[in-house]
């Protein structure tokens, strides 16, 4: 079993920055894509940023130029480095993460339980 911890985000003003950090643990063999998706009231999930295995990134639109996604393969871990931050950033952010786990080497997909980032004007 694979768990993702999320760390980081919380209240914001406008133009400021945050550091969001996800963890992964437990019985892992490989990690593939990681991402981040965000959902805000009565919106859809919005797929906010992506990067493989060997760092190659992509993101939304509405982030690009703003928001910046890495990771660090030897603590399993992605971070979502958000700057100029504006009110419509607010939403509630999810961590994912493509896991080949040991032993059965199946592959499956996880998610953090989300976090809270709110920016306010």
């Known amino acids: 079993q694979v768990q993702l911890v999320e760390s980081g985000g919380g209240l914001v003003q406008a133009g400021g920055s945050l550091k969001l950090s996800c963890a992964a643990s437990g019985s892992i063999f490989r990690i593939n894509n990681m991402a981040w998706f965000r959902q805000a009231p009565g919106k859809q999930r919005e797929l906010v940023a992506t990067?493989?295995?060997?760092?190659?990134?992509n993101y939304g639109d509405s982030v690009k130029g703003r928001f910046t996604i890495s990771r660090d393969n030897a603590k399993n871990t992605v971070y979502l480095q958000m700057n100029s931050l504006k009110p419509e950033d607010t939403a509630v952010y999810s961590c994912y993460a493509n896991v080949m786990v040991r032993v059965t080497a199946n592959v499956n997909t996880y998610w953090g339980q989300g976090t809270q980032v709110t920016v306010f004007p």
């Open positions: 990067i493989t295995s060997g760092g190659s990134t």
